[in-house]
């Protein structure tokens, strides 16, 4: 048996968050990536544009769409989104690949020129948010679970002040949880303490 049936096999057996049952790409999702703590700032800005791109959707959406995400926005790179135009916006509202909203594509680019003005004020967005955050993973221990959190209003607030759009705080939490700043995998999920 290969490395990887080995570990489909030990995560099949194992228990995974209710949320990621439902569909073999929610489940790749939730046992590869989401929870790990990313330090990566344009990976990090990509996947809040994303959590974004989301709102009002399902996440299985976005997950299904990512691909064509990445293609039409050049693979998330801020200089390149920073600079599209009016065409690019036309060009992204005929692309059935992605979610044709003109507010969240404008959202995108705005967000990519926050990020590079952040850039060039010396402000590692990594270390922004991971600064905001302690350094480290904050672990919620209680049952419930969480649609925000203290965390997620004040970054909320800096980030709108900073220029970006579609960064509520329900956004935000959303996207701390993804990228690992918070570690939200129930009790009896498998990936709750990684090894």
Same mark, same amino acid.
């Given at each position: 048996?290969?490395?990887?049936?080995?570990?489909?096999?030990?995560?099949?057996?194992?228990?995974?968050?209710?949320?990621?049952? *439902?569909?073999?790409?929610?489940?790749?999702?939730?046992?590869?990536?989401?929870?790990?703590? &990313?330090?990566?700032?344009?990976?990090?800005?990509?996947?809040?544009?994303?959590?974004?791109?989301?709102?009002?959707? *399902?996440?299985?959406?976005?997950?299904?769409?990512?691909?064509?995400?990445?293609?039409?926005?050049?693979?998330?790179?801020?200089?390149?989104?920073?600079?599209?135009?009016?065409?690019?916006?036309?060009?992204?509202?005929?692309?059935?690949?992605?979610?044709?909203?003109?507010?969240?594509?404008?959202?995108?680019?705005?967000?990519?020129?926050?990020?590079?003005?952040?850039?060039?004020?010396?402000?590692?967005?990594? &270390?922004?948010?991971?600064?905001?955050?302690?350094? &480290?993973?904050?672990?919620?221990?209680?049952?419930?679970?969480?649609?925000?959190?203290?965390?997620?209003?004040?970054?909320?607030?800096?980030?709108?002040?900073?220029?970006?759009?579609?960064?509520?705080?329900?956004?935000?939490?959303?996207?701390?949880?993804?990228?690992?700043?918070?570690?939200?995998?129930?009790?009896?999920?498998?990936?709750?303490?990684?090894?």
């Amino acid at each position: 048996m290969s490395a990887a049936n080995a570990d489909a096999a030990k995560a099949h057996a194992q228990h995974r968050c209710g949320w990621a049952e *439902s569909n073999p790409l929610l489940q790749s999702y939730h046992d590869a990536e989401w929870g790990v703590p &990313e330090h990566d700032s344009r990976a990090l800005w990509e996947k809040l544009m994303l959590d974004g791109f989301q709102a009002g959707l *399902s996440w299985l959406t976005i997950l299904r769409k990512r691909d064509a995400f990445r293609k039409a926005f050049k693979n998330f790179d801020p200089e390149k989104v920073a600079r599209f135009d009016e065409a690019d916006i036309e060009r992204l509202m005929q692309d059935a690949g992605i979610v044709r909203s003109r507010a969240k594509i404008l959202a995108t680019i705005g967000g990519a020129k926050a990020y590079l003005a952040m850039q060039a004020a010396g402000e590692d967005f990594s &270390e922004f948010v991971w600064g905001m955050a302690g350094g &480290e993973p904050i672990r919620n221990a209680g049952p419930e679970r969480l649609v925000k959190s203290e965390l997620s209003e004040q970054m909320s607030v800096v980030l709108k002040k900073r220029g970006f759009k579609f960064v509520g705080p329900v956004i935000v939490y959303a996207w701390l949880q993804a990228t690992g700043v918070v570690n939200d995998h129930s009790a009896d999920c498998f990936r709750r303490n990684p090894g």
